[in-house]
């Protein structure tokens, strides 16, 4: 029988599909023919309730499995994920618009890559001991309990892993609700892992908008949010985590500075621009939209830039040919539009692209802009969409202070052939991921996350593991206890 790629209902919940189509009607709707695909209901108070008490009851069992049990399950489910590889990219390209030629290589394969990597950490995962004269410390590393994970619309496959991932490992349950915008692919990471073993209850996922986010975040039972999103929703997310001191991770948005020296590769430096404006048609978080170019290499960068433009293929992103895609939907295509236009206001020089397509889908031209200063609209606001910005500057320490006169700190990058220069500018970025000659690479081994209003946490690497666990300490005495009276 033929894999079913498309989910069988809205929910997944205590390892099981459910439906309630009392919830709020949720049409999904393919970028590319602006038609619905398929139809999900917002989760009703009933439905959180199902969740969120599925997660309680299974969470204690699932943490009282050794860890290596538990990594088995995730390792399991990797390898039924890179078996279904196509087909799970055919669904993220249909959920997203995004070319299959990137969800190929960048999305069931990234959350394979998270759930082997934790799988793997899982029962390597310990407290220490502490010794104090005869008396000891030891510590327990313990699972938190409930975790509650909340999902962007670019990376639906991803989000559900990188936080279902090391959740799992340390011996939490989660209910994660994807995005509104792409609420598809999530549903089968939940189905997957129940199928390579995780109990049911483990990894449920629920639909709807804002408010269910709010009625998960503000469950007594409820230990932790990671919410993957903008900063105003961060903001009030984390608001309200911090009503019940709950932990949090939060993976914001960013207007990340790329600072090409004069020295540098110029088809490297050429080719870091394209993957940190272009890849899945400019809707990554660490972008680096304010591309920092150094008067002498400028005329050049430009030149080489709009060149390898002309190698755009968009099209049918099924079409394994198809390099670039369409926008998510009509709201994101208003908005990055909207940026255009006020770019063009603002004096800007428009270099190429800034037309939507004429043709079905939500195709908007790889926009380039040139002459941007630092108080331009589109020098300071995150636009998600393909528009880059190319800023000019003279040397190192003005290039860095402008670079960081930003609110934003998810990412930052640099290209140049000095490499003490190099390490320079990434010790002076103020932002959580830094790039040296590449951009936009996350590998599940390395730390990702943001700075300043970009973010609080870090998703991937053995840093994840603090964020989805805490620390008891036991005092053991071996001596007589010496009281004052
Ligand atoms: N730092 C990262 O790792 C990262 C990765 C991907 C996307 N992003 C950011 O995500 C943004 C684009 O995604 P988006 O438009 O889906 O973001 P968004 O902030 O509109 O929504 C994110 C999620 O939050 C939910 N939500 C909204 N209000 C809520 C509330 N009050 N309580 C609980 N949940 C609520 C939404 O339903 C959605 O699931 C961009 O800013 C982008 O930079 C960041
Ligand atoms: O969208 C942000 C997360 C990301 C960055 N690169 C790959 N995924």
Redesign the pocket.
């Known amino acids: 029988m033929a894999y079913e790629i498309q989910p069988k209902a809205s929910h997944f919940i205590d390892g099981a599909y459910v439906e309630d189509t009392a919830g709020t009607p949720i049409r999904v709707i393919c970028p590319v023919s602006e038609e619905e695909i398929a139809r999900v209901y917002a989760a009703t108070p009933a439905i959180i309730e199902q969740a969120l008490a599925s997660a309680k009851r299974a969470q204690v069992a699932w943490a009282a499995m050794t860890g290596t049990e538990r990594g088995r399950v995730l390792r399991r489910a990797a390898d039924i994920i890179r078996d279904r590889n196509y087909d799970l990219s055919v669904l993220e390209t249909n959920d997203t618009g995004k070319p299959l030629q990137e969800t190929l290589v960048?999305d069931a394969t990234?959350a394979a890559d998270a759930l082997e990597y934790f799988g793997g950490l899982a029962g390597a995962l310990t407290g220490e001991h502490v010794q104090l004269g005869e008396d000891f410390v030891y510590t327990r590393r313990e699972a938190l309990g409930v975790c509650v994970g909340i999902g962007?619309w670019?990376?639906p496959t991803?989000?559900a892993a990188w936080k279902g991932a090391p959740a799992l490992a340390c011996g939490n349950a989660m209910v994660f609700k994807p995005s509104e915008t792409t609420p598809l692919c999530a549903l089968k990471v939940a189905e997957i892992l129940h199928e390579a073993g995780a109990p049911a209850g483990i990894y449920n996922v629920v639909q709807g908008m804002g408010e269910v986010g709010h009625a998960l975040i503000t469950d007594p039972r409820v230990a932790k949010v990671s919410l993957?999103g903008s900063v105003p929703t961060g903001r009030k997310v984390y608001a309200t985590a911090a009503e019940g001191i709950r932990h949090v991770t939060m993976?914001l948005g960013g207007k990340s500075p790329l600072v090409i020296f004069d020295d540098a590769d110029l088809e490297d430096a050429v080719g870091g621009a394209i993957l940190g404006n272009f890849y899945?048609s400019g809707?990554?978080?660490?972008n680096g939209t304010r591309v920092f170019v150094q008067k002498g290499i400028k005329d050049a960068f430009l030149k080489r830039l709009a060149d390898r433009l002309q190698d755009v293929k968009m099209g049918d992103p099924l079409d394994e040919s198809v390099n670039f895609g369409p926008l998510v939907n009509a709201k994101q295509l208003d908005i990055v539009q909207g940026f255009i236009a006020k770019g063009i206001e603002e004096g800007a020089r428009l270099v190429c692209g800034g037309e939507r397509e004429k043709r079905a889908g939500y195709f908007l031209q790889p926009t380039v802009f040139a002459d941007v200063s630092d108080d331009m609209t589109i020098a300071r606001d995150e636009i998600f969409g393909p528009v880059l910005s190319v800023l000019d500057f003279e040397d190192e320490v003005e290039v860095l202070a402008r670079a960081n006169n930003t609110d934003f700190g998810l990412a930052a990058g640099v290209f140049t052939n000095d490499l003490g220069r190099a390490h320079r500018m990434v010790a002076g970025f103020e932002a959580g991921t830094c790039y040296i000659n590449t951009y936009?690479?996350?590998p599940v081994e390395a730390p990702?996350g943001g700075s300043k209003l970009s973010g609080v946490g870090r998703e991937n690497s053995k840093n994840a593991v603090d964020h989805y666990s805490e620390m008891k300490s036991v005092y053991v005495s071996m001596t007589a206890v010496e009281a004052p009276f």
């Not at 809707?283 to 660490?286: A, E, F, P, R």
Request: proline fraction near 0%; glycine fraction near 0%.
């Open positions: 960048a990234s962007a670019n990376y991803q989000i993957t993976e899945s809707q990554v978080c660490s936009n690479l996350a990702f």
